[in-house]
Protein backbone atom coordinates (compact mmCIF):
# COMPACT_ATOMS: atom_id res chain seq x y z
CA UNK A 1 0.00 0.00 0.00
CA UNK A 2 0.96 3.79 -1.17
CA UNK A 3 0.10 6.23 1.61
CA UNK A 4 -0.11 8.56 -1.10
CA UNK A 5 -3.20 6.29 -2.37
CA UNK A 6 -4.55 5.77 0.62
CA UNK A 7 -7.25 7.17 2.31
CA UNK A 8 -5.55 7.94 5.32
CA UNK A 9 -7.29 11.55 6.91
CA UNK A 10 -5.01 12.26 10.48
CA UNK A 11 -5.97 15.24 12.84
CA UNK A 12 -3.63 17.13 15.12
CA UNK A 13 -6.80 17.88 17.35
CA UNK A 14 -10.01 15.60 18.07
CA UNK A 15 -13.65 16.89 18.09
CA UNK A 16 -14.32 18.79 21.23
CA UNK A 17 -17.21 16.04 22.35
CA UNK A 18 -14.39 12.95 22.80
CA UNK A 19 -14.17 12.34 26.01
CA UNK A 20 -11.88 9.40 25.94
CA UNK A 21 -8.61 8.87 24.92
CA UNK A 22 -9.37 5.83 22.72
CA UNK A 23 -11.96 7.84 20.98
CA UNK A 24 -9.96 10.95 20.26
CA UNK A 25 -6.87 8.88 18.96
CA UNK A 26 -9.25 6.93 16.85
CA UNK A 27 -11.12 10.28 15.58
CA UNK A 28 -7.48 12.08 15.09
CA UNK A 29 -5.81 8.67 13.38
CA UNK A 30 -9.03 8.79 10.97
CA UNK A 31 -9.85 5.11 11.91
CA UNK A 32 -13.62 6.04 12.14
CA UNK A 33 -15.93 8.98 11.21
CA UNK A 34 -19.20 9.77 13.02
CA UNK A 35 -22.63 9.56 11.24
CA UNK A 36 -24.76 10.39 13.91
CA UNK A 37 -25.01 9.54 18.29
CA UNK A 38 -23.36 6.02 18.31
CA UNK A 39 -22.83 5.54 14.60
CA UNK A 40 -20.21 6.02 12.75
CA UNK A 41 -18.27 5.11 9.45
CA UNK A 42 -15.68 2.70 9.25
CA UNK A 43 -12.62 3.99 7.14
CA UNK A 44 -10.55 2.16 5.23
CA UNK A 45 -7.52 1.41 8.08
CA UNK A 46 -10.29 1.38 11.06
CA UNK A 47 -11.62 -1.26 9.02
CA UNK A 48 -8.98 -2.58 8.57
CA UNK A 49 -7.79 -3.39 11.71
CA UNK A 50 -11.67 -4.63 12.34
CA UNK A 51 -11.51 -7.55 10.25
CA UNK A 52 -7.93 -8.04 11.90
CA UNK A 53 -9.73 -8.66 14.88
CA UNK A 54 -12.11 -10.89 13.40
CA UNK A 55 -9.47 -13.10 11.76
CA UNK A 56 -8.20 -13.95 15.34
CA UNK A 57 -12.05 -14.11 16.65
CA UNK A 58 -13.17 -16.75 13.60
CA UNK A 59 -9.44 -19.14 13.84
CA UNK A 60 -10.60 -19.30 17.54
CA UNK A 61 -14.19 -20.47 16.96
CA UNK A 62 -13.47 -22.26 13.85
CA UNK A 63 -10.97 -23.89 16.17
CA UNK A 64 -13.49 -25.68 18.56
CA UNK A 65 -15.84 -26.40 16.08
CA UNK A 66 -18.27 -23.66 15.97
CA UNK A 67 -19.25 -22.81 12.34
CA UNK A 68 -19.56 -19.42 10.98
CA UNK A 69 -23.07 -18.38 9.48
CA UNK A 70 -24.71 -15.21 8.86
CA UNK A 71 -28.19 -13.78 10.08
CA UNK A 72 -30.50 -11.20 9.31
CA UNK A 73 -30.34 -8.01 10.68
CA UNK A 74 -33.82 -6.93 10.24
CA UNK A 75 -36.03 -9.61 12.73
CA UNK A 76 -39.80 -9.93 12.88
CA UNK A 77 -41.27 -9.08 15.82
CA UNK A 78 -43.14 -12.48 16.20
CA UNK A 79 -39.93 -14.15 17.42
CA UNK A 80 -39.46 -11.46 20.11
CA UNK A 81 -43.36 -11.49 21.38
CA UNK A 82 -42.52 -16.12 21.37
CA UNK A 83 -39.33 -15.54 23.78
CA UNK A 84 -41.15 -12.84 25.68
CA UNK A 85 -38.26 -10.33 25.18
CA UNK A 86 -40.28 -8.13 22.86
CA UNK A 87 -41.77 -6.51 26.27
CA UNK A 88 -38.89 -7.12 28.06
CA UNK A 89 -36.03 -5.51 26.25
CA UNK A 90 -37.42 -1.97 26.35
CA UNK A 91 -35.82 0.74 24.48
CA UNK A 92 -33.23 -0.89 23.71
CA UNK A 93 -35.02 -2.57 20.90
CA UNK A 94 -34.89 -0.20 17.78
CA UNK A 95 -38.72 -1.12 16.38
CA UNK A 96 -40.06 -0.82 12.96
CA UNK A 97 -43.06 -1.38 10.51
CA UNK A 98 -42.99 -2.21 7.39
CA UNK A 99 -45.27 -1.52 4.22
CA UNK A 100 -47.80 -4.16 5.92
CA UNK A 101 -47.92 -2.74 8.72
CA UNK A 102 -46.16 -5.55 10.43
CA UNK A 103 -43.54 -5.24 13.35
CA UNK A 104 -39.63 -6.00 12.94
CA UNK A 105 -36.57 -4.81 15.03
CA UNK A 106 -33.11 -4.31 13.99
CA UNK A 107 -31.13 -7.12 16.25
CA UNK A 108 -29.58 -6.40 19.02
CA UNK A 109 -28.86 -10.09 19.61
CA UNK A 110 -29.46 -13.40 18.00
CA UNK A 111 -31.02 -15.84 20.53
CA UNK A 112 -34.51 -15.78 18.80
CA UNK A 113 -33.49 -16.23 15.46
CA UNK A 114 -30.99 -19.02 16.11
CA UNK A 115 -33.59 -20.85 18.15
CA UNK A 116 -35.89 -20.78 15.67
CA UNK A 117 -33.47 -21.85 13.34
CA UNK A 118 -32.26 -24.80 15.00
CA UNK A 119 -35.54 -25.87 15.80
CA UNK A 120 -36.71 -26.40 12.41
CA UNK A 121 -33.41 -28.01 11.47
CA UNK A 122 -32.58 -30.13 14.09
CA UNK A 123 -34.73 -33.00 15.56
CA UNK A 124 -32.61 -35.78 16.93
CA UNK A 125 -30.01 -36.00 19.40
CA UNK A 126 -27.82 -37.53 16.82
CA UNK A 127 -27.32 -33.65 15.46
CA UNK A 128 -26.55 -32.39 18.78
CA UNK A 129 -24.15 -30.85 20.25
CA UNK A 130 -24.01 -27.77 17.39
CA UNK A 131 -22.17 -24.65 18.02
CA UNK A 132 -22.83 -21.92 15.44
CA UNK A 133 -21.20 -18.02 15.06
CA UNK A 134 -21.42 -14.68 13.36
CA UNK A 135 -20.05 -11.91 12.90
CA UNK A 136 -22.70 -9.12 12.28
CA UNK A 137 -23.33 -5.78 12.69
CA UNK A 138 -25.69 -5.21 15.77
CA UNK A 139 -28.30 -2.14 16.98
CA UNK A 140 -28.68 -1.30 20.29
CA UNK A 141 -30.44 2.41 20.78
CA UNK A 142 -28.31 3.01 24.15
CA UNK A 143 -29.57 5.39 26.51
CA UNK A 144 -26.11 6.84 26.71
CA UNK A 145 -24.21 6.17 23.18
CA UNK A 146 -20.96 7.39 24.49
CA UNK A 147 -16.53 6.49 23.94
CA UNK A 148 -17.03 6.26 20.20
CA UNK A 149 -17.21 2.53 19.12
CA UNK A 150 -17.37 1.61 22.75
CA UNK A 151 -20.88 2.24 23.21
CA UNK A 152 -22.28 2.78 20.20
CA UNK A 153 -25.79 1.66 18.72
CA UNK A 154 -24.72 0.27 15.70
CA UNK A 155 -21.16 -2.32 16.43
CA UNK A 156 -19.72 -5.51 15.20
CA UNK A 157 -20.31 -8.37 17.77
CA UNK A 158 -19.39 -11.99 17.23
CA UNK A 159 -22.33 -13.51 18.23
CA UNK A 160 -21.87 -17.56 18.97
CA UNK A 161 -24.75 -20.12 20.27
CA UNK A 162 -24.73 -23.45 20.89
CA UNK A 163 -27.11 -26.66 21.55
CA UNK A 164 -26.89 -29.82 23.26
CA UNK A 165 -29.02 -32.65 24.74
CA UNK A 166 -28.04 -32.23 27.78
CA UNK A 167 -26.34 -29.99 30.34
CA UNK A 168 -22.95 -32.15 30.86
CA UNK A 169 -22.34 -31.37 26.85
CA UNK A 170 -23.14 -27.43 27.28
CA UNK A 171 -20.39 -27.39 30.18
CA UNK A 172 -17.99 -28.66 28.05
CA UNK A 173 -18.74 -26.12 25.31
CA UNK A 174 -18.83 -23.65 27.40
CA UNK A 175 -15.86 -24.17 29.06
CA UNK A 176 -14.05 -24.35 25.68
CA UNK A 177 -15.83 -21.39 24.63
CA UNK A 178 -14.34 -19.28 27.75
CA UNK A 179 -10.85 -21.16 26.87
CA UNK A 180 -11.25 -19.73 23.26
CA UNK A 181 -12.26 -16.09 25.05
CA UNK A 182 -9.24 -16.18 26.88
CA UNK A 183 -7.27 -17.06 23.52
CA UNK A 184 -8.67 -14.30 21.83
CA UNK A 185 -7.89 -11.44 24.13
CA UNK A 186 -4.02 -12.88 24.56
CA UNK A 187 -3.45 -13.41 21.32
CA UNK A 188 -4.76 -9.32 20.89
CA UNK A 189 -2.69 -8.17 23.74
CA UNK A 190 -5.09 -7.29 25.95
CA UNK A 191 -5.01 -6.96 29.68
CA UNK A 192 -7.97 -9.04 30.93
CA UNK A 193 -9.54 -11.02 33.52
CA UNK A 194 -12.32 -13.25 33.19
CA UNK A 195 -15.08 -12.16 36.02
CA UNK A 196 -18.42 -13.88 37.01
CA UNK A 197 -21.52 -12.01 35.97
CA UNK A 198 -25.02 -11.13 35.49
CA UNK A 199 -26.90 -12.11 33.35
CA UNK A 200 -28.78 -8.99 32.06
CA UNK A 201 -31.27 -9.31 29.40
CA UNK A 202 -29.93 -12.44 27.46
CA UNK A 203 -31.17 -14.43 30.80
CA UNK A 204 -29.94 -17.93 31.84
CA UNK A 205 -28.06 -18.73 34.61
CA UNK A 206 -23.67 -19.35 34.85
CA UNK A 207 -21.83 -16.56 33.14
CA UNK A 208 -18.57 -14.95 33.15
CA UNK A 209 -17.58 -11.33 31.44
CA UNK A 210 -14.05 -10.88 30.20
CA UNK A 211 -13.39 -7.37 31.48
CA UNK A 212 -10.21 -5.67 29.63
CA UNK A 213 -8.92 -3.43 32.80
CA UNK A 214 -8.93 0.14 32.12
CA UNK A 215 -9.53 3.33 34.33
CA UNK A 216 -12.39 4.40 31.78
CA UNK A 217 -14.27 0.89 31.55
CA UNK A 218 -17.83 1.64 32.94
CA UNK A 219 -18.12 -1.64 35.06
CA UNK A 220 -16.25 -2.39 38.41
CA UNK A 221 -14.33 -5.25 38.48
CA UNK A 222 -13.65 -7.20 42.37
CA UNK A 223 -10.79 -9.34 42.31
CA UNK A 224 -7.97 -10.76 43.84
CA UNK A 225 -4.06 -10.83 43.46
CA UNK A 226 -3.61 -13.92 45.56
CA UNK A 227 -6.18 -16.34 43.87
CA UNK A 228 -8.64 -16.66 41.12
CA UNK A 229 -11.37 -14.85 42.84
CA UNK A 230 -13.06 -12.27 40.41
CA UNK A 231 -16.15 -10.77 39.64
CA UNK A 232 -18.08 -8.09 38.24
CA UNK A 233 -19.77 -5.46 41.02
CA UNK A 234 -22.83 -5.49 39.46
CA UNK A 235 -22.97 -9.15 40.61
CA UNK A 236 -20.60 -11.29 42.30
CA UNK A 237 -20.40 -14.55 44.11
CA UNK A 238 -21.51 -13.95 47.73
CA UNK A 239 -18.65 -12.95 50.33
CA UNK A 240 -18.14 -15.26 53.38
CA UNK A 241 -18.93 -12.83 56.40
CA UNK A 242 -22.04 -11.54 54.90
CA UNK A 243 -23.62 -15.25 53.26
CA UNK A 244 -25.75 -15.72 56.32
CA UNK A 245 -28.06 -12.89 56.28
CA UNK A 246 -31.79 -13.58 55.78
CA UNK A 247 -32.09 -12.55 51.82
CA UNK A 248 -36.52 -13.26 52.39
CA UNK A 249 -38.01 -10.85 50.16
CA UNK A 250 -40.89 -10.37 53.15
CA UNK A 251 -37.94 -9.21 54.95
CA UNK A 252 -37.01 -6.54 52.55
CA UNK A 253 -40.25 -5.48 52.25
CA UNK A 254 -40.55 -5.57 56.04
CA UNK A 255 -38.21 -2.35 56.89
CA UNK A 256 -39.65 0.03 54.23
CA UNK A 257 -41.55 3.00 56.10
CA UNK A 258 -42.48 6.12 55.08
CA UNK A 259 -40.92 9.52 55.95
CA UNK A 260 -40.43 12.85 54.11
CA UNK A 261 -37.37 14.70 53.08
CA UNK A 262 -36.79 17.57 50.52
CA UNK A 263 -34.31 17.63 48.04
CA UNK A 264 -32.92 20.68 49.90
CA UNK A 265 -32.42 18.48 53.18
CA UNK A 266 -31.42 15.77 51.19
CA UNK A 267 -28.78 18.17 49.65
CA UNK A 268 -28.24 19.42 53.47
CA UNK A 269 -27.38 16.25 54.86
CA UNK A 270 -25.13 15.57 51.71
CA UNK A 271 -23.10 18.72 52.00
CA UNK A 272 -22.92 18.44 48.11
CA UNK A 273 -24.93 20.04 45.70
CA UNK A 274 -27.17 17.09 44.08
CA UNK A 275 -27.68 19.14 41.11
CA UNK A 276 -24.43 18.97 39.89
CA UNK A 277 -22.38 16.41 41.45
CA UNK A 278 -23.95 13.53 42.44
CA UNK A 279 -24.51 10.69 40.00
CA UNK A 280 -26.05 8.17 42.29
CA UNK A 281 -26.51 7.60 45.59
CA UNK A 282 -26.54 4.07 47.81
CA UNK A 283 -28.48 4.06 51.25
CA UNK A 284 -27.27 1.36 53.17
CA UNK A 285 -28.07 0.51 56.96
CA UNK A 286 -25.93 -0.15 59.42
CA UNK A 287 -26.58 -1.96 62.61
CA UNK A 288 -30.04 -0.21 62.13
CA UNK A 289 -28.89 3.11 61.16
CA UNK A 290 -28.82 4.42 57.66
CA UNK A 291 -25.15 5.62 56.34
CA UNK A 292 -24.80 7.40 52.78
CA UNK A 293 -23.14 5.98 50.20
CA UNK A 294 -22.03 8.79 47.71
CA UNK A 295 -20.97 7.77 44.25
CA UNK A 296 -20.13 10.79 42.07
CA UNK A 297 -19.46 10.47 38.65
CA UNK A 298 -16.47 8.99 37.82
CA UNK A 299 -15.13 9.28 41.39
CA UNK A 300 -17.56 6.31 42.01
CA UNK A 301 -14.67 3.63 42.51
CA UNK A 302 -12.25 5.69 44.49
CA UNK A 303 -15.04 6.81 46.72
CA UNK A 304 -15.33 2.91 47.31
CA UNK A 305 -12.02 2.36 47.85
CA UNK A 306 -11.92 4.96 50.67
CA UNK A 307 -14.71 3.27 52.14
CA UNK A 308 -16.53 6.79 52.03
CA UNK A 309 -19.75 5.90 53.84
CA UNK A 310 -20.98 8.89 55.86
CA UNK A 311 -22.99 8.29 58.92
CA UNK A 312 -26.28 10.52 58.86
CA UNK A 313 -26.25 13.29 61.42
CA UNK A 314 -30.22 12.14 62.25
CA UNK A 315 -31.42 8.48 61.29
CA UNK A 316 -33.10 8.81 58.06
CA UNK A 317 -36.10 5.66 57.86
CA UNK A 318 -35.92 3.52 55.07
CA UNK A 319 -38.47 4.97 51.94
CA UNK A 320 -41.81 3.86 49.78
CA UNK A 321 -41.34 4.58 46.48
CA UNK A 322 -43.83 7.60 47.03
CA UNK A 323 -41.55 8.78 49.87
CA UNK A 324 -38.17 8.75 47.93
CA UNK A 325 -40.34 10.64 44.76
CA UNK A 326 -41.22 13.16 47.37
CA UNK A 327 -37.63 13.23 48.55
CA UNK A 328 -35.70 13.82 45.30
CA UNK A 329 -38.45 16.30 44.54
CA UNK A 330 -39.62 14.63 41.06
CA UNK A 331 -42.86 14.46 39.69
CA UNK A 332 -44.31 10.96 38.74
CA UNK A 333 -41.87 9.29 35.89
CA UNK A 334 -39.71 12.10 36.69
CA UNK A 335 -36.59 12.64 38.44
CA UNK A 336 -35.79 16.52 38.49
CA UNK A 337 -32.69 18.29 36.86
CA UNK A 338 -30.38 15.43 39.30
CA UNK A 339 -27.84 13.49 37.63
CA UNK A 340 -28.71 9.83 38.75
CA UNK A 341 -28.35 6.86 36.98
CA UNK A 342 -29.85 5.22 39.61
CA UNK A 343 -30.92 4.67 43.36
CA UNK A 344 -30.37 1.82 45.16
CA UNK A 345 -32.03 1.59 48.77
CA UNK A 346 -30.59 -1.33 50.51
CA UNK A 347 -29.85 -2.64 54.08
CA UNK A 348 -26.19 -4.43 55.04
CA UNK A 349 -28.34 -6.67 56.96
CA UNK A 350 -31.24 -7.54 54.53
CA UNK A 351 -29.92 -6.46 50.99
CA UNK A 352 -31.96 -4.74 48.37
CA UNK A 353 -34.91 -2.68 49.24
CA UNK A 354 -35.80 -0.50 46.09
CA UNK A 355 -33.52 0.20 43.12
CA UNK A 356 -34.94 2.54 41.37
CA UNK A 357 -33.13 2.91 37.17
CA UNK A 358 -33.06 6.08 35.72
CA UNK A 359 -32.44 6.62 31.95
CA UNK A 360 -31.32 10.05 30.15
CA UNK A 361 -32.69 11.36 26.94
CA UNK A 362 -32.66 14.84 25.63
CA UNK A 363 -34.75 16.54 28.02
CA UNK A 364 -33.84 15.09 30.82
CA UNK A 365 -33.49 11.69 33.44
CA UNK A 366 -36.65 9.96 33.50
CA UNK A 367 -37.42 7.43 35.50
CA UNK A 368 -37.66 4.45 33.82
CA UNK A 369 -38.28 1.46 36.29
CA UNK A 370 -38.56 1.06 39.86
CA UNK A 371 -37.88 -2.50 41.70
CA UNK A 372 -39.44 -2.20 44.96
CA UNK A 373 -38.24 -4.66 47.45
CA UNK A 374 -40.17 -7.83 45.40
CA UNK A 375 -38.48 -8.93 41.95
CA UNK A 376 -34.94 -8.25 43.15
CA UNK A 377 -33.29 -11.51 41.87
CA UNK A 378 -30.24 -11.26 44.26
CA UNK A 379 -30.38 -8.72 47.26
CA UNK A 380 -26.32 -9.28 46.35
CA UNK A 381 -26.49 -6.59 44.71
CA UNK A 382 -26.16 -4.18 47.78
CA UNK A 383 -23.95 -6.38 49.63
CA UNK A 384 -21.11 -6.11 46.59
CA UNK A 385 -21.89 -2.27 46.46
CA UNK A 386 -20.51 -2.54 49.85
CA UNK A 387 -17.72 -4.35 49.36
CA UNK A 388 -14.22 -2.67 50.14
CA UNK A 389 -10.40 -3.37 49.23
CA UNK A 390 -8.84 -5.99 51.24
CA UNK A 391 -12.12 -7.56 52.41
CA UNK A 392 -11.40 -11.24 51.86
CA UNK A 393 -12.39 -13.20 48.92
CA UNK A 394 -15.44 -15.89 49.40
CA UNK A 395 -12.81 -19.25 49.23
CA UNK A 396 -11.08 -16.65 51.93
CA UNK A 397 -7.49 -17.04 49.97
CA UNK A 398 -6.98 -14.11 49.00
CA UNK A 399 -8.00 -10.09 49.59
CA UNK A 400 -10.28 -8.41 47.51
CA UNK A 401 -9.28 -5.70 45.09
CA UNK A 402 -10.90 -3.33 42.82
CA UNK A 403 -10.62 -2.16 39.81
CA UNK A 404 -12.66 -0.48 36.35
CA UNK A 405 -13.31 -2.95 33.24
CA UNK A 406 -14.20 -2.39 29.70
CA UNK A 407 -16.68 -6.03 28.72
CA UNK A 408 -15.22 -7.25 25.93
CA UNK A 409 -17.00 -10.60 26.09
CA UNK A 410 -19.46 -12.40 27.53
CA UNK A 411 -20.77 -16.00 27.75
CA UNK A 412 -23.70 -17.49 29.07
CA UNK A 413 -25.07 -20.92 30.38
CA UNK A 414 -28.76 -20.29 28.89
CA UNK A 415 -29.90 -23.58 29.73
CA UNK A 416 -33.57 -23.98 28.68
CA UNK A 417 -34.85 -20.37 29.00
CA UNK A 418 -35.49 -20.17 25.16
CA UNK A 419 -36.05 -23.88 24.68
CA UNK A 420 -39.01 -23.77 26.62
CA UNK A 421 -40.33 -20.72 25.06
CA UNK A 422 -39.44 -21.03 21.70
CA UNK A 423 -40.88 -24.83 22.29
CA UNK A 424 -36.89 -26.54 20.67
CA UNK A 425 -36.90 -30.19 21.45
CA UNK A 426 -35.19 -33.19 19.96
CA UNK A 427 -35.80 -37.17 20.04
CA UNK A 428 -33.56 -38.66 22.59
CA UNK A 429 -31.86 -42.14 22.08
CA UNK A 430 -35.55 -43.65 23.30
CA UNK A 431 -37.44 -41.60 20.97
CA UNK A 432 -38.18 -39.69 23.64
CA UNK A 433 -38.76 -35.76 23.56
CA UNK A 434 -36.58 -33.38 25.40
CA UNK A 435 -35.63 -29.33 25.61
CA UNK A 436 -32.30 -28.91 24.43
CA UNK A 437 -29.57 -27.13 26.33
CA UNK A 438 -28.34 -24.01 24.68
CA UNK A 439 -25.43 -21.54 25.94
CA UNK A 440 -24.86 -18.28 23.62
CA UNK A 441 -21.35 -16.13 23.49
CA UNK A 442 -20.44 -12.35 22.55
CA UNK A 443 -17.67 -11.19 21.70
CA UNK A 444 -17.88 -6.95 21.12
CA UNK A 445 -15.56 -6.69 18.09
CA UNK A 446 -15.65 -2.84 17.78
CA UNK A 447 -15.67 -2.57 21.47
CA UNK A 448 -12.24 -4.33 21.95
CA UNK A 449 -10.57 -1.82 19.40
CA UNK A 450 -11.58 1.05 21.69
CA UNK A 451 -10.59 -1.10 24.78
CA UNK A 452 -7.41 -1.81 22.88
CA UNK A 453 -6.05 1.37 22.61
CA UNK A 454 -7.12 2.38 26.05
CA UNK A 455 -4.52 0.67 27.06
CA UNK A 456 -2.02 1.11 24.54
CA UNK A 457 -1.39 4.73 23.78
CA UNK A 458 1.15 7.51 24.69
CA UNK A 459 1.21 11.07 24.28
CA UNK A 460 2.26 10.96 20.38
CA UNK A 461 -0.98 8.38 19.70
CA UNK A 462 -1.73 4.89 19.24
CA UNK A 463 0.85 1.86 20.18
CA UNK A 464 -1.04 -0.59 18.54
CA UNK A 465 0.29 -4.46 19.25
CA UNK A 466 1.19 -6.16 16.07
CA UNK A 467 -1.67 -8.42 15.11
CA UNK A 468 -4.05 -5.82 15.72
CA UNK A 469 -2.10 -2.84 13.56
CA UNK A 470 -3.68 -1.57 10.59
CA UNK A 471 -0.38 -1.95 8.88
CA UNK A 472 2.74 -3.94 10.65
CA UNK A 473 5.73 -2.13 9.27
CA UNK A 474 6.08 1.86 7.61
CA UNK A 475 8.52 2.63 5.25
CA UNK A 476 9.55 6.61 6.09
CA UNK A 477 11.40 8.02 3.15
CA UNK A 478 12.80 11.57 3.79
CA UNK A 479 12.32 13.39 0.83
CA UNK A 480 10.92 10.65 -1.25
CA UNK A 481 9.89 13.04 -3.75
CA UNK A 482 13.39 14.52 -4.32
CA UNK A 483 15.91 12.36 -3.52
CA UNK A 484 16.32 9.71 -6.28
CA UNK A 485 18.48 7.22 -4.29
CA UNK A 486 15.69 7.15 -1.40
CA UNK A 487 12.83 6.39 -3.46
CA UNK A 488 14.66 3.82 -5.32
CA UNK A 489 15.85 2.25 -2.56
CA UNK A 490 12.82 3.03 -0.27
CA UNK A 491 10.37 1.52 -3.59
CA UNK A 492 13.10 -1.77 -3.38
CA UNK A 493 12.51 -2.42 0.20
CA UNK A 494 8.81 -1.69 -0.09
CA UNK A 495 8.58 -4.69 -2.82
CA UNK A 496 11.11 -6.67 -0.54
CA UNK A 497 8.94 -6.83 2.62
CA UNK A 498 5.82 -7.00 0.42
CA UNK A 499 7.35 -10.36 -0.95
CA UNK A 500 8.54 -11.44 2.71
CA UNK A 501 4.66 -11.66 3.71
CA UNK A 502 4.74 -7.96 5.72
CA UNK A 503 1.36 -5.84 5.53
CA UNK A 504 3.78 -2.95 4.74
CA UNK A 505 2.88 0.78 4.07
CA UNK A 506 4.97 3.12 1.69
CA UNK A 507 4.86 6.57 3.57
CA UNK A 508 5.12 8.54 0.04
CA UNK A 509 3.20 11.53 0.38
CA UNK A 510 4.83 14.91 -0.42
CA UNK A 511 5.56 16.17 3.13
CA UNK A 512 8.06 17.10 5.04
CA UNK A 513 9.57 14.07 7.19
CA UNK A 514 8.50 15.68 10.51
CA UNK A 515 4.84 15.26 9.13
CA UNK A 516 5.11 12.14 8.52
CA UNK A 517 6.96 10.70 11.26
CA UNK A 518 4.35 12.37 13.66
CA UNK A 519 1.33 10.27 11.78
CA UNK A 520 3.73 6.92 11.97
CA UNK A 521 3.35 7.68 15.83
CA UNK A 522 -0.21 8.49 15.96
CA UNK A 523 -0.99 5.58 14.00
CA UNK A 524 0.76 3.77 16.30
CA UNK A 525 2.18 1.33 13.45
CA UNK A 526 4.63 -0.79 15.36
CA UNK A 527 7.57 -0.36 13.50
CA UNK A 528 8.79 1.98 11.23
CA UNK A 529 11.98 1.86 8.69
CA UNK A 530 13.43 5.48 7.87
CA UNK A 531 15.31 5.85 4.41
CA UNK A 532 17.29 8.73 4.39
CA UNK A 533 20.37 9.68 2.21
CA UNK A 534 22.59 9.91 5.51
CA UNK A 535 22.05 6.32 6.39
CA UNK A 536 22.11 5.10 2.87
CA UNK A 537 25.47 6.09 2.40
CA UNK A 538 26.98 3.49 4.94
CA UNK A 539 24.38 1.22 3.91
CA UNK A 540 21.89 1.66 6.70
CA UNK A 541 18.08 2.51 7.48
CA UNK A 542 16.83 3.55 10.70
CA UNK A 543 14.57 0.75 12.29
CA UNK A 544 12.40 2.44 15.03
CA UNK A 545 10.14 0.10 17.19
CA UNK A 546 7.17 2.24 18.35
CA UNK A 547 6.21 0.62 21.54
CA UNK A 548 9.98 0.91 23.16
CA UNK A 549 10.55 4.23 20.86
CA UNK A 550 14.04 2.40 20.34
CA UNK A 551 15.97 3.07 17.04
CA UNK A 552 18.73 0.96 15.55
CA UNK A 553 20.79 1.18 12.43
CA UNK A 554 20.45 -1.76 10.48
CA UNK A 555 22.31 -2.86 7.54
CA UNK A 556 20.07 -2.62 3.99
CA UNK A 557 20.89 -6.27 3.28
CA UNK A 558 19.52 -7.44 6.55
CA UNK A 559 16.40 -5.06 7.50
CA UNK A 560 13.94 -7.79 5.57
CA UNK A 561 15.80 -10.51 7.72
CA UNK A 562 15.37 -8.79 11.04
CA UNK A 563 11.41 -8.50 10.68
CA UNK A 564 10.46 -11.27 9.02
P1 LIG B 1 -22.80 -3.51 28.41
O1 LIG B 1 -22.88 -4.04 29.81
O2 LIG B 1 -21.51 -2.83 28.11
O3 LIG B 1 -24.00 -2.72 28.01
P2 LIG B 1 -23.96 -5.90 27.49
O4 LIG B 1 -23.77 -6.74 28.71
O5 LIG B 1 -25.26 -5.25 27.26
O6 LIG B 1 -22.79 -4.80 27.44
P3 LIG B 1 -23.89 -8.29 25.86
O7 LIG B 1 -25.34 -8.43 25.62
O8 LIG B 1 -23.26 -9.17 26.86
O9 LIG B 1 -23.56 -6.74 26.18
O10 LIG B 1 -23.17 -8.37 24.41
C1 LIG B 1 -21.92 -9.02 24.15
C2 LIG B 1 -20.80 -8.03 23.91
O11 LIG B 1 -21.13 -7.01 22.95
C3 LIG B 1 -20.42 -7.24 25.14
O12 LIG B 1 -19.59 -8.00 25.99
C4 LIG B 1 -19.71 -6.03 24.55
O13 LIG B 1 -18.34 -6.32 24.33
C5 LIG B 1 -20.41 -5.82 23.22
N1 LIG B 1 -21.32 -4.67 23.31
C6 LIG B 1 -22.50 -4.60 23.96
N2 LIG B 1 -23.07 -3.40 23.82
C7 LIG B 1 -22.23 -2.67 23.04
C8 LIG B 1 -22.27 -1.34 22.52
N3 LIG B 1 -23.29 -0.54 22.79
N4 LIG B 1 -21.24 -0.92 21.74
C9 LIG B 1 -20.21 -1.74 21.47
N5 LIG B 1 -20.12 -3.00 21.93
C10 LIG B 1 -21.11 -3.47 22.70
MG1 LIG C 1 -25.89 -3.30 27.44
MG1 LIG D 1 -22.89 -5.91 30.73
MG1 LIG E 1 -22.91 -8.55 28.87
Redesign the pocket.
Known amino acids: MRASKYYIVTAKEAPSEAELISHKLMLRAGLIKRLSS?IYTWLPMGLKIVRKIERVVREEMNAIGSMEMLMPAVQPAEIWQESGRWEFYGK?LLRMKDRHERDFCLG??HEEVVTDTIRKDVKSYKQLPLSVYQIQT?F?D?VR?RFG?????????K?AYSFHADYDSLVVHYNQMYQAYCNVFNRLGLKFRPVA??T???GGTGSH??QVLADSG??IVVYSDECDYAANL?LAESLPSRSERPQSKASMLKVATPTQKTCEEVTEMLGVDLATSVKSLVFLGVDNKPVLLLIRGDDTLNEIKAGKLKQLKEPLEFASQEMIKEAFNCQPGFIGPVGFDGVVIADREVGLLADFVCGANEDGYHLTGVNFGVDCKEPLIADIRNVREGDPTPDGKGKIKLCRG?????V?QLRTKYSEAMNVTYLDQNGKSQLMEMGCY???????L??SIEQNNDESGIVFPLNMAPFELIITPANYNKSEVVRLEADRLYDKFKAAGIDVILDDRNERIGFLLADSELLGIPYRVVVGEKTLLEGKVELYNRKTRETELVELDMIVQNLV
Open positions: GEPTKREPVMRAREFVMDADGSIEFEDEIEVGHFGIGVTRIGA
